[in-house]
C-alpha cells in the first residue's frame, strides 16, 4: 500500500482558515474511508476525523464545528477544511485510508502551525 500525499499545511494566525489536501497516487479513493490523524511535539497521533465509504463524517470534539472533510472523486482527493484555527491545532497533519489506528502507511504529512 502507497503511503498517501497530504499538502495544504502553513502557518496562519488564531481564526484563520486552511485546506489541507490528501491524494492518491495510483489509485481510487473512492471506495476508501479516510481518516485525518493529527499529532503534536511530546503527543500521541490523534484522529482528527474520518469520512466514511458513504461519506459518513466524524469529528473529534475538539474540532467540530469548525474542521469540515469531503472528497472530491473527479480529483480523487479528500479534504479537510479548518476553520477557526486555533494555537493548539499546531500539529503535523496525516491523512490514513483508515479511521482507526495503529496504522503502518503514512505519508510526510503536513505541518500545520497557528500562531500570532
Known amino acids: 500500500q502507497e503511503p498517501l500525499v497530504e499538502s495544504g499545511g502553513g502557518l496562519v494566525q488564531p481564526g484563520e482558515s486552511l485546506r489541507l489536501s490528501c491524494a492518491a497516487p495510483g489509485f481510487s479513493l473512492d471506495y476508501y474511508a479516510v481518516g485525518w490523524f493529527r499529532q503534536a511535539p511530546g503527543k500521541e497521533r490523534e484522529r482528527v476525523s474520518c469520512?466514511?465509504?458513504?461519506?459518513?463524517?466524524t469529528y473529534a470534539d475538539s474540532v467540530k464545528g469548525r474542521f469540515t472533510t469531503s472528497r472530491d472523486n473527479a480529483k480523487n482527493t479528500v479534504y479537510l477544511q479548518m476553520n477557526n484555527l486555533k494555537p493548539e491545532d499546531t500539529a503535523k497533519y496525516y491523512c490514513?485510508?483508515?479511521?482507526?489506528?495503529?496504522?503502518?502507511?503514512w505519508g510526510q504529512g503536513t505541518q500545520v502551525t497557528v500562531s500570532s
Open positions: 469520512l466514511g465509504t458513504t461519506d459518513y463524517t
Open positions: 490514513a485510508l483508515s479511521c482507526i489506528l495503529p496504522y503502518n502507511y
